[in-house]
Every structure is written in structure tokens, then in C-alpha cells.
């Protein structure tokens, strides 16, 4: 492989640092280069090319915002024996803690981009006639390039209403692969009813599309001197309100991320409910990925939210 990154790279340099990183999905290295230090992403299986192309697009997306600071993608390189590697830029990052409220300041500003460009193209117009932005505005709800939650792909066609993308491309996509796994049989019952009442919790409520990283846990965040940051999205343009899902299912963010956050967005009525409705994709996700002590926590949002 080492070979194979020189060559890539262009570099005659390649030395490990002895700095590791990774998840559940796949491992991390870190290597000195002639242009400086690099992390690389390692995966083996056949899907990782599709798994890396979609984390690399992510990136460029949250980082053409200047909103939140992201390692910055370099490229994504295929394995001679199958597999890929995804080399982007190293940060000595720690765990976030002084930088928490600057973070829920920063994702605020990344969710509310794109509202932002709309406003100011919508001024630009009125004032000067028709003005291309650097960044163009979004008024759907999906993503140009498959994104991976895990390893598991997601379905981001382009659809121009939330509740029916969600509903059928989130939702009903994980279930479809539950079903296929496991068949259960209550999972799907549920799943019937909860469809009917999904449209209610949205009553009053105009979704505007944002960027959201995807998978904000809080192994996914970070910071490094200079502030926070975060990394391996699963980006997609959605609801805001989406993002805090994980972030409150495994902890890690306090208080100050939270007021910071909703001081620029604030809560919607229905918020709560909404929000375990957003916890059940990633409930689902983990269904499908680690098995079924997940289960429970999924048909149990599931009944709550069809009572």
C-alpha cells in the first residue's frame, strides 16, 4: 500500500507516525509526506470506493459553507486487492470540550447556509437582476452523490417535499432491509401504522433544505487549537432538526452546545416529537448494522409515535 500512496501522492516521502484513528467502519493512519502530514482511511470491503466517494463529497460540501472546520479531502484511491483508501488532510485533534458552544454556534451556521444564499440571491435579484453565487442554492431535499451511514448507502435522489423523502428514503428503506434480514413481523406491522401519522408531526411546519453532516455523534466531533471540528459525514441536504437526532442518543454534547445552537435556531413547536422520529433512522441503522439489541429501541419509539 505504501507504494501505491507515493505514487498517488507524488511524494518520495512516506514515513507512518505512529498517530492511528478509525471507528466500527474502517482504520486510520497517519503519514509524513513531502507536503506535509496526511491521514488515511482504510477499508476492505467492495463497497468502501462508494462508501469513501460519498465521505469525500461531504467534505467539500460542509467545506465550501466556511462554516464548521472539516479535515480537508485530498483523494480517494482504490486497493489493487480490492477496497479503497481515502487520503485527506491529518488534524491533532482532542476531545471537544472548551469549544462546545462554538460548535453549536458553527452547525447552526452550516444548517442555516443555504437559507442564507436563497435570502441573499433572492436581494441580489430584486437589486440587480439575475446573479450567479458561487455556491448554488438547493430547494430540494437530497444529495448529488450516494452517502453512507456506516457502510450502509443512502437513497438521495432529489425530492422536493421532506416528509415524503424522509418517510420513503430513509425510513422505509432501512425497514426494507430489516425485513429482508430479519422479516419481523411487528417491525412491519408498526411501521403501517406510523406511516399514517408521520405527516401530523410535521403540521405547521415549512422545512426549509439544509446541509447536515449526517451521522453527529459524538465520536464524529472533535477540536484542534484553533476550534471545533467535525468528520466522516453522511451529507445530505434535509431537515435541520435531523442533525440533533444522534447527537442526544449517545451523549457527549452538554448544555452549551445546546443553548448556542438554539439561539440560532430556535425549537419548533412539535420539536421533541420530531425528534424521536429522526432517532428512529439511526435506531433502525444500528438494527442493520450491529444486530438486534437495537430492536427494542426501535419498535418503541415506533409505538410511542403511533399512540
Not at 434480514?181 to 408498526?190: F, H, I, P, T
Not at 434535509?238 to 439561539?263: C, D, R, V
Request: hydrophobic share 35%; with cysteine; proline share 4%.
Amino acid at each position: 500500500m505504501e507504494a501505491l500512496l507515493k505514487r498517488e501522492l507524488g511524494t518520495s516521502t512516506l514515513k507512518a507516525t505512529g498517530h492511528s484513528g478509525g471507528g466500527c467502519i474502517s482504520d486510520g493512519l497517519s503519514y509524513d509526506t513531502d507536503s506535509g502530514r496526511v491521514f488515511v482511511k482504510i477499508n476492505h470491503k467492495s463497497q468502501a470506493r462508494k462508501m469513501f466517494d460519498g465521505e469525500k463529497a461531504s467534505l467539500e460540501a460542509i467545506l465550501a459553507t466556511n462554516t464548521v472546520k472539516v479535515p480537508r479531502p485530498v483523494k480517494v484511491v482504490d486497493l489493487e486487492g480490492g477496497g479503497a483508501v481515502f487520503i485527506m488532510e491529518h488534524m491533532d485533534m482532542r476531545s471537544l470540550n472548551r469549544y462546545s458552544a462554538r460548535l453549536g454556534e458553527q452547525l447552526a451556521d452550516l444548517h442555516l447556509h443555504n437559507k442564507r444564499q436563497k435570502e441573499k440571491q433572492n436581494k441580489a435579484e430584486q437589486t440587480v437582476g439575475k446573479v450567479q453565487s458561487d455556491i448554488p442554492v438547493i430547494d430540494k431535499f437530497g444529495f448529488h452523490t450516494v452517502t453512507c451511514c456506516g457502510y450502509i448507502p443512502q437513497v438521495n435522489d432529489w425530492q422536493p417535499d421532506w416528509v415524503s423523502f424522509y418517510t420513503q428514503q430513509r425510513l422505509q428503506h432501512q425497514l426494507s432491509l430489516i425485513e429482508k434480514s430479519y422479516g419481523d413481523r411487528e417491525a412491519r406491522e408498526l411501521w403501517a401504522n406510523l406511516q399514517l401519522k408521520i405527516p401530523q408531526l410535521f403540521a405547521g411546519i415549512e422545512v426549509e433544505p439544509a446541509l447536515v453532516h449526517g451521522d453527529l455523534w459524538s465520536g464524529n466531533v472533535a477540536e484542534y487549537a484553533d476550534g471545533p471540528v467535525i468528520f466522516d459525514p453522511a451529507s445530505f441536504y434535509g431537515h435541520s432538526e435531523f442533525e440533533l437526532a444522534i447527537a442526544g442518543m449517545f451523549g457527549g454534547f452538554g448544555k452549551h452546545f445546546y443553548n448556542a445552537y438554539h439561539e440560532k435556531i430556535p425549537k419548533a413547536p412539535g420539536f421533541e416529537k420530531r425528534l424521536q422520529l429522526y432517532q428512529l433512522f439511526h435506531y433502525l441503522n444500528h438494527w442493520n448494522h450491529f444486530g438486534s439489541s437495537y430492536r427494542g429501541s426501535s419498535l418503541r419509539i415506533m409505538k410511542d409515535l403511533s399512540k
